[in-house]
């Protein structure tokens, strides 16, 4: 890295993780303000008010990097234009995606950061939040009710009464429907509990109700297996992590978990759903395309006024995330329905126009 490379670093990441730590700081007290007497009343470890804060704070950071990044390259620009640095390295030959090509860096690095965060930590972080919350802060198990999961390539329905997600191997109350490719039933099995060791389902005291063609009961066939009270179900090919990513709510999944619940689910194909999941992939790259316009933004010469600048660099923000929630709520809007991944890149796509307009614009 060049000498003038590692100066417009510099000077660029100070104010940008003043601008952070200043945001971050504020909703981290906000929520303090707002928990911390039911914190005190659950006598709370300090671990676990760290792990709430910062899985309760994870989502926004998809928020306050843009914001940091737009102002502390309105501020490091300025002060470039301010002190005539700006004229020093045009006269010297540089070009300005030569001056700034450290600050473009720094945004994609912050925007690979939020995908890793929205991608890895984010969904389990805002449950794990949510459910410190209604459990007043005293550590809950995860248990879901009520699941039911379907194999549509083998046609089996999984019924499940009581499923704890951090230790999804282990269900409670469940009942298995084989199907028939017509819809009917085969054989349905009940069974106290079912484990899954070595990668096989162990199914305990398991009951067999078989059925005819006609959907009748029939006696189940002569099988010594049926005899078992533990009997492993090695043709059984649903994972434990198949009945968490139905067990949870959508907006817990991360972006491969929502590929595999769209995937059990080819029947109810969501517009929503499909702008979520792009959008997931789309949000963080706000990153890149704020910084970019906030850049030409704060470049003032001559006798400009960097104000104007700064306001524009601001009305392009709002208008992003404006544009944003507009293209949401076309997305989900099933009379409209518009293309949902297009409306989750629409915004980039547009703002990142304007930005390169503005850089080509700059002398």
Known sequence: MKILQKYVLRE?????????????????LCTLFATFKKMAEA??????????????????????????LMLAALYTMWRFCHHSEIIAMRANGLSYATIVTPILAVATVAALGCVINQEFYVP?????????????????PAVVRAVD??????????????????NPGVLEGVRIT??????????????????????LWWLYSPQYRYFDEQGTPVKPPANPLLQLTIRP???FSEKPRDFVIEGK???FLSVRDMLARMEAHPQTQDPGRLYDLHARLAMPWACVVITLFAIPAGIATGRQSVFKGVLLAI????????????????AKNKEIALVPWLAAWLPNFTFLGAGLALFARLR
């Open 233 to 235: 179900m090695p043709h």
């Open 178 to 199: 084989i199907e028939r490719p017509d819809g009917r039933k085969v054989v349905d099995i009940d069974c106290r509990r079912a484990e899954y060791l070595d990668g």
């Open 149 to 166: 999961y379907y194999n549509y390539a083998a046609r089996r329905i999984w019924r499940i009464n009581r499923m704890n997600l951090d």
């Open 315 to 330: 009305a392009l923000f709002f208008g992003f995330y404006m544009t944003s929630m507009g293209c949401a709520l076309l």
């Open 124 to 140: 389990q972080g805002r449950e794990f939040a949510q459910r410190a919350e209604h459990s007043n802060f005293h550590p809950p």
């Open 249 to 251: 709510e959508w907006e």
């Open 43 to 68: 006598h709370a470890s300090a671990g676990y008010v760290v792990h709430f804060l910062l899985a309760y704070m994870s989502p926004y950071l998809v928020w306050l990097l843009p914001a940091s």
């Open 12 to 28: 660029f990441l100070l104010p940008f993780a003043y601008c952070f730590g200043t945001f971050y700081g504020l909703y981290v």
